[in-house]
């Protein structure tokens, strides 16, 4: 990245754009917006939907790691930058692919964060993408502002886990993206319940508490006065994990694990 203003505008931006953006967002880290965005879009484009990714979790970047596409380089293309590949043909890119060395660390303050998104929204050939996802830094901070200056048209997906202190930090982050305009198209609530391994499928141990999910759905449907649905809950599943670990994500490494069946569900209503 030049550092500097973008060379073009945003295509998705544009009146007449045909893709769909979605942003996926929450209130804390750790709670499932890089393993969700990842499976969604290779659930989308098992669908035969052109998907991209933008990972926009500047300083914590993982997308590419999930993806298995960590080493691989953007190639250029005169003054564009040609998003990376994975196998299952979703187009990526991330800051992570873009810094020189694999283990710098990115330390900019607002400004740069902004320009950096644009750039990697509007200088980079994104084709006709029937889907393009956003991966979001938790939080209300200055990418999400970015966003929802450059991309109202956005849509945005809350994750939050079950427990009361995710949901109320999911539901500010939910609130800040009515606040620049963008629609909320649902909550996902992630980590809702472990199958116990000894006791059979029916018995399910609720790590994180219960409840907030439903919570954050219906706060914001009352605050924005149209229906956000609980789009799903999906299960603690270490094949997640594995597969986000293992650079082959839990639809494709697993397709059958409940977490993935949950995964394809989601991809399927949005
Ligand atoms: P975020 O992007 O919100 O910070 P991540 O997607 O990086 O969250 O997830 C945090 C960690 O939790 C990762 O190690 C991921 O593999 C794991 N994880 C996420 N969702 C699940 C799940 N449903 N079951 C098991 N592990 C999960
Ligand atoms: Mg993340």
Known sequence: LRGGQAQRDIPFAQPGSLTQVFAVASGKGG??????????????AAEGRAVGIVDADIYGHSVPAMLGVADARPTQV?????????????????????????????????????????????????????????????????????????????????????????????????????????????VVENMSYLTCPHCGPSHQIEIFGAGGGERVASTLA???????????????????????????????ADPTNPAAVALREVATRL
Not at 33 to 42: E, R
Not at 222 to 233: C, H, I, N, T, W
Not at 239 to 247: F, Q
Request: hydrophobic share 45%; no cysteine; net charge negative.
């Open 78 to 186: 005169e003054d564009l930058i040609m998003p990376v590949p994975t196998a299952s043909g979703v187009s990526v890119i991330s800051i992570g692919m873009l810094k020189p060395r694999r283990d710098q660390v990115v330390a900019w303050r607002g400004p740069m964060l902004d320009r950096a998104l644009v750039q990697m929204l509007a200088d980079v050939y994104w084709g006709d993408l029937d889907v393009l996802l956003l991966d979001l830094p938790p939080g209300t901070g200055d990418v999400a502002i970015s966003l929802g200056q450059h991309l109202p048209g956005a849509q945005v997906l809350v994750v939050t886990t079950p427990q009361e202190a995710a949901a109320e930090v999911a539901e500010r982050a939910g609130t800040m993206a009515s606040m620049m305009h963008q629609r909320v198209v649902g």
């Open 31 to 44: 709670v499932g917006k890089s393993s969700l965005t990842v499976n969604l879009a290779l659930a989308m």
């Open 222 to 252: 009352s605050r924005f006065g149209y229906d956000v649905p609980l789009l799903a809950r999906i299960p603690f599943e270490p094949s997640l994990r594995e597969g986000g670990d293992a650079g082959k994500p839990v639809v494709e």
